[in-house]
C-alpha cells in the first residue's frame, strides 16, 4: 500500500510579520492542505489591513478553509511568554481545538515572523500535549 496517500496531520504555526500579501500563506494551505487557520492573537488587528482578522477570514472562506478567532488564547505578558487573557477559557479552547486537530491540519496564526519570539509556539505545545501531533513552524 502506498503510505504517500495517508493525510498526516500537523499542528502548524505560522507569523505574518510585515508580508503585504498572502502568497507565502496560500502556498502554506495547499501544501499542507490546511483545513483550520486559528488566530491566536489578543486582538485581530494589525499595521496592514489585510491582516485584520475579517480580511483573513473572508480570504479563508475563498480557500475553503475554516478561520476562528481564539482571542483567549493571545497574549497578554509583553513577551514571548504565553499568557492568556483568560487562562480558564484558553484551557477550554485548547481542549475543542485538540478535537477538531484529531483529524485535520490546524495552522496558529500570529503577527510575530519568528517563531522564536512569539508566544505560538508555546500555545502549540500545549496543543501538542492533547493531540500528540507533531508541530512544524513556517516561515
Not at 496517500?5 to 502568497?23: A, E, K, M
Given at each position: ?5 495517508i493525510?498526516?496531520?500537523f ?9 503585504s500579501?498572502?502568497?507565502?500563506l ?9 483545513d483550520?487557520l486559528i ?11 489585510k ?6 477570514e ?6 475553503g478553509?475554516?478561520?476562528l ?8 505578558s509583553?513577551?514571548s511568554?504565553?499568557v492568556?487573557?483568560?487562562p ?5 479552547v485548547?481542549?475543542d481545538?485538540?478535537?477538531?486537530a484529531?483529524s485535520?491540519t490546524?495552522?496558529?496564526l500570529c ?8 508566544h ?11 493531540t ?8
Amino acid at each position: 500500500m502506498n503510505n504517500t496517500s495517508i493525510h498526516q496531520s500537523f499542528i502548524l504555526t505560522f507569523g505574518y510579520g510585515n508580508r503585504s500579501n498572502y502568497d507565502t500563506l496560500l502556498n502554506y494551505i495547499k501544501e499542507f492542505k490546511i483545513d483550520f487557520l486559528i488566530d491566536v492573537r489578543e486582538k485581530p488587528r494589525a499595521w496592514s489591513r489585510k491582516w485584520y482578522g475579517d480580511q483573513i477570514e473572508k480570504f479563508c472562506h475563498e480557500q475553503g478553509i475554516e478561520y476562528l478567532s481564539e482571542t483567549t488564547l493571545g497574549n497578554v505578558s509583553g513577551t514571548s511568554h504565553w499568557v492568556s487573557p483568560d487562562p480558564e477559557k484558553a484551557d477550554q479552547v485548547l481542549q475543542d481545538i485538540a478535537q477538531k486537530a484529531k483529524s485535520k491540519t490546524i495552522l496558529l496564526l500570529c503577527a510575530e515572523m519568528d517563531y522564536h519570539r512569539c508566544h505560538r509556539v508555546e500555545v502549540a505545545e500545549e496543543l501538542k500535549k492533547l493531540t500528540h501531533q507533531p508541530i512544524k513552524h513556517l516561515k
